[in-house]
Structure formats: C-alpha cells, structure tokens
C-alpha cells in the first residue's frame, strides 16, 4: 500500500539473541528513518540515512547498529536486548533528507524476554 | 515541555458528530506542520498538511494558530471509520526532523 514494507511483522527474542529487522522502500526515496514507538510515548526519531550515509544518530545504544547497503534496503540489527527494548519499530522513507513527508512500513513488533 | 504536546483522550463521540483536536508546539522556528492518523496496531500515514493559510479535505480541517503556537483539527461529520489515533507532527526546518506528539485517540460509536 503505502510502497514501504517491513520484514517480520512480529518478533520474539531473548535477551541474548542477535536479529535483524529488514526494510524495503519502492518509492524511489533517497532517505530512510528508523523510529521506535513504546507504548504512551510519542515516536522517537533512532537513525537517519540519506544517500546511504547515516546522517543522523539520535543517542540511539549501541546494541542496536543500522546497516543501509542501498537507498531501497535498510536493516536493524539487534543484539544483546532488553525488556525495555520491546516496541514497535517503523521504518519510513522520504523522497530526500528536506522532504517533509514521510512514508511509512507496516512495522515489527518487537518482544524481548 | 514536550516539544509537541496533545491530550490523550479518548474522545469518545457519536457518529455524526463534530470534534476537534488541538495541538502544541513549542519551537517557535517550526515550519512545517502535520497531522497523520494511526490505526491500532498500524502504521501513522499522512492525513493532511497544515499550512499557514490553513486547509480543508473534505470533513477534515485542519488549522495553524503561529502566535499561539497551535495546530486544531477538526472532522465533521464523524464516521465510525474516523476511529484512530491522531498523530500531530511538527517539523523544523533547521534540523530538518520530524517530532510526534503522542497522538488523540478517538472513538466514534454508533
């Protein structure tokens, strides 16, 4: 629907378990976001890519480590979590890093035991 | 303060009904304003672009108070399929980085 698609829809991980979250645009967009969104807080901006050069790095713990090998593919992965790190991940895109709409994945769903 | 502040809600209305959002922000440089709707356990898509002028898509409007420092949205005529959580969103220029707010959940029953 919205030309960003987001791989695996849920996920159930254990602390010491290492995975990765995948993103795909088929927009055509040079920019690619990861946010995190928990539950009663509002989206929190994690990683910026423009270009495929991160941009922008938002204090974001080093358990979490962005790889985007092109403009259409962006990863997350994830090791060594905790509990606190269960939430939603969305990945957006946009036409640039200026262009002020964002498309948005469906998300994953992330529980960490 | 949050950079974007929203009630929570919910607001909880009649189909048919009219309600209206309001939103803050609180970085005077904003320049770009949004509202996205969010269904439960879906992504936030664009409903609509706030401009100074302020603008109308059918039941939905959507308005910028600058000196107050404001976003409303209002939706007329409200569907049971208006239910979602609304999502007000600034932009600032400089930084060039979209801020949410924690979204209004609505609920419209018949």
């Known amino acids: 629907e919205t030309g960003v698609t987001q791989t695996p829809r849920h996920l159930v991980m254990g602390m010491t378990n290492k995975k990765s979250l995948k993103c795909e645009q088929h927009?055509?967009?040079?920019?690619m976001y990861w946010y995190k969104q928990s539950a009663k807080k509002p989206l929190e901006l994690m990683f910026v890519?423009?270009?495929?050069?991160?941009?922008e790095n938002n204090s974001v713990p080093s358990r979490f480590s962005p790889e985007c090998p092109n403009s259409s593919h962006l990863f997350l992965h994830l090791h060594t979590l905790q509990p606190e790190d269960s939430a939603l991940y969305l990945c957006?895109?946009?036409?640039?890093?200026?262009?002020?709409?964002?498309?948005f994945g469906p998300g994953t769903r992330l529980t960490v035991l | 303060r949050k950079e974007v502040e929203q009630d929570p809600g919910p607001f909880n209305v009649p189909e048919g009904a009219t309600v209206a959002f309001n939103c803050t922000y609180s970085?005077?440089?904003?320049?770009?304003f949004f509202w996205y709707r969010q269904d439960c356990r879906k992504e936030p898509k664009l409903l609509m672009s706030?401009?100074?002028s302020g603008n109308e898509d059918g039941r939905f409007t959507a308005q910028l108070n600058r000196a107050s420092q404001y976003i409303s949205l209002l939706i007329r005529d409200s569907k049971l399929s208006d239910s979602a959580t609304y999502l007000c969103?600034?932009?600032?220029?400089?930084?060039?980085?979209?801020?949410f707010g924690t979204g209004t959940r609505l609920l419209v029953s018949p």
């Open positions: 969103v600034v932009m600032n220029t400089g930084f060039q980085k979209l801020v």
């Open positions: 706030v401009y100074s």
């Open positions: 970085n005077s440089a904003s320049q770009s």
């Open positions: 890519y423009n270009f495929k050069e991160q941009t």
């Open positions: 927009l055509g967009h040079n920019a």
């Open positions: 957006a895109s946009s036409q640039d890093r200026a262009a002020d709409t964002q498309y």
